[in-house]
């Protein structure tokens, strides 16, 4: 596999005074994935984005950008970033602000009305920053992190108080640039928004990593069976006498069934169908995000 | 170096009232130029300011930067306000998160203050000649080109002024504040000449201590001009070289608003290494 990496973080330590924010942390980022950073409040997600964007001292540990052999500042014009709030001059205009962008991080300014098309501003490109509404600044930042063409682009918490339209619109925008490849790294409390765009998560407690990896290889899990028929009772017989079955539920008539290795539900039904079980229901399901969010953090604190 | 300066220009620019105190600052530095038309005439008495021999080369050098100087605060509002709002307006984060390095960060405002600066100093120079050639009693070469150190310790003033300023901004992040620290600050210088002078050492030596205050250093660069204009009337025609020894710019007074100008750079830069933002 060809991958390039694009960040690595190797046992980052930050502390404020004697809360230590994050903890030990160590992971990369490759080009062309999708990453989440999931965690509550508080997990330090925005401490470790600081550390990476140069605006947060680390404590202890060390990271580096792209192959290491540039300073953190010169990476950043090759990254795009948007963190907490959007941060522009109040009394300048989007056109203006990005202008200003573009001179910081040295590229031309040829991109400015292609980047507002994409986000949806170009209607408002001479209005004042100041008299924007929140979605609106979101969506500027979004505008502005591209502006580079960045080779990764990071947004932390970027659909945090907007309402269902702004939240729909930012989701919609980051599919898109997703969809042309580029490296994503998405921080954020919310479970779904990062089980509906990322291919890897990092799953952040109190600072300290608690899984790393893919996204369907969270848990150990293959997943189980949701069942129902007419002779529950013998149903549930046979699915402890059978190996590949772990765990077995019932909640109302509804059985639910945990593999322990795999099976195909085609051959659970032929199988049950055999020995004269017939199903009024079969699902096969793998855990939510949520299910194995809470399974991951529940085990770390046993 | 040109491409941080155009950044700091965007931004103040747009600024509203960054512009109409910069531009309030330099027409007034023009406006020096009007004392020239003070005129009293109330009946038997009458009065020019400009006959009074306050344009004569190389007076005018003295006493149109000793003037000017007082104009400096819009320009502190200016730099204060430019440093304090990146704060308030969190875009310094903005600024590195872009790809800003911190020393850049610091440089690009410091460019700026060598700038307003430079810009004053050719202002001031070019309204002082402009008045001279006007109304000076003499206008010979050597003597219209002479007393020039005036010009170079305006420009020094104002830098170390306008570093105080910058480090103010970054120490205390709001522009009201950090303004009120200013007028504190040159409280604070006095009551600590008067605390040494009382309890620690004699009078003598603690104006001497005195000269290496931050703001005593800087006022100390260019010495009021108005003793030397009286003097200029009480001796007539004899303008002595030993008149010129006393008001003199010393290389000592430029060095310590240098060192301080120095410390103020390196401090905001310090301080900003150090902050999480």
């Known amino acids: 596999m060809s991958s390039e990496t694009i960040l690595t973080i190797n046992n980052l330590t930050k502390k404020y005074g004697h809360i230590t924010a994050v903890k030990d942390l160590s992971f990369t980022i490759e080009k062309g994935n999708v990453y989440g950073i999931l965690g509550p409040n508080g997990s330090g997600k925005s401490t470790t984005l600081g550390i990476v964007l140069n605006v947060v001292n680390k404590t202890l540990g060390d990271f580096h950008w792209f192959d290491g052999n540039v300073s953190t500042h010169e990476a950043l014009k090759r990254v795009g970033a948007i963190i907490e709030r959007p941060n522009f001059y109040p009394y300048m205009t989007a056109i203006q602000n990005l202008k200003l962008v573009c001179k910081i991080k040295g590229v031309s300014q040829d991109k400015i009305e292609e ?63 997703a969809s042309q490849g580029t490296t994503i790294l998405l921080a954020s409390h919310l479970l779904d928004e990062v089980e509906k765009v990322c291919s890897h998560v990092v799953i952040l407690r109190k600072g300290e990593k608690l899984y790393g ?48 290795q795999p099976l195909k539900s085609n051959e659970l039904n032929k199988l049950l169908f055999e020995k004269g079980i017939v199903l009024s229901h079969l699902v096969q399901r793998k855990e939510s995000l949520e299910e194995q969010f809470l399974t991951i953090t529940q085990n770390q604190s046993n | 170096m040109v491409r941080l300066l155009q950044i700091e220009w965007i931004k103040l620019w747009n ?12 027409v007034l530095l023009t406006l020096i130029s009007l004392v020239a038309a003070i005129k009293f005439d109330i009946g038997p008495i009458k009065f020019h300011l400009a006959e009074l021999g306050i344009f004569n080369f190389p007076y005018v050098w003295h006493f149109n930067t000793f003037i000017a100087a007082f104009f400096k605060l819009f320009l502190a509002v200016v730099i204060v306000s430019m440093m304090a709002n990146e704060y308030s307006n969190k875009t310094i984060k903005q600024n590195l998160i872009d790809g800003f390095s911190k020393w850049e960060f610091v440089y690009s405002k410091f460019l700026t203050v060598l700038a307003f600066a430079a810009v004053s100093t050719v202002f001031i120079f070019v309204v002082s000649l402009l008045l001279g050639l006007g109304y000076s009693d003499y206008n010979e070469i050597g003597i219209i080109f002479s007393d020039l150190e005036f010009i170079l310790a305006f420009f020094i003033k104002l830098v170390g002024f306008f ?30 000449f008067g605390l040494i002078g009382w309890k620690l050492t004699t009078w003598d030596t603690a104006k001497q201590i005195k000269n290496f205050f931050p703001l005593e250093s800087m006022a100390n660069l260019i010495n009021e001009p108005f003793s030397r204009l009286s003097a200029v009337q009480n001796l007539g025609q004899q303008i002595g070289e030993d008149l010129k020894f006393d008001y003199a710019v010393h290389w000592y007074e430029i060095l310590i608003v240098l060192v301080w100008s120095s410390l103020f750079i390196y401090w905001s830069y310090a301080l900003l290494k150090r902050r999480d933002l």
């Not at chain 1, 920053?129 to 979101?138: C, E, H």
């Not at chain 1, 293959?222 to 529950?232: I, P, V, W």
């Not at chain 2, 105080?164 to 970054?170: A, E, H, K, M, R």
Request: charged share 25%; with cysteine; net charge neutral.
């Open chain 1, 213 to 260: 990896g893919r996204v369907d290889e969270m848990v150990a899990s293959h997943g189980f069976f949701e069942l129902k028929s007419e002779a529950n009772g013998e149903l549930v017989q046979l699915l402890e006498s059978h190996n590949a079955f772990g765990k077995i539920t019932t909640e109302g008539d509804l059985i639910t069934a945990f593999l322990n």
């Open chain 2, 15 to 26: 600024n509203r009232a960054s512009k109409v105190l910069i531009v309030a600052y330099f």
């Open chain 1, 115 to 177: 980047k507002l098309k994409i986000v949806g501003l170009l209607e408002r490109k001479n209005s004042k920053f100041r008299t924007y509404s929140l979605g609106m600044k979101q969506r500027l930042a979004i505008a502005s992190a591209l502006l580079n063409d960045p080779e990764i682009l990071i947004l932390d918490e970027p659909t945090n108080g907007l309402d269902p339209e702004g939240i729909h619109s930012i989701r919609e925008i980051i599919k898109k640039i």
């Open chain 2, 163 to 192: 570093s105080f300023c910058l480090f103010l901004g970054i120490l205390v992040k709001r522009s009201a504040f950090a303004l009120g620290f200013l007028i504190l600050w040159t409280i604070i210088e006095q009551l600590l």
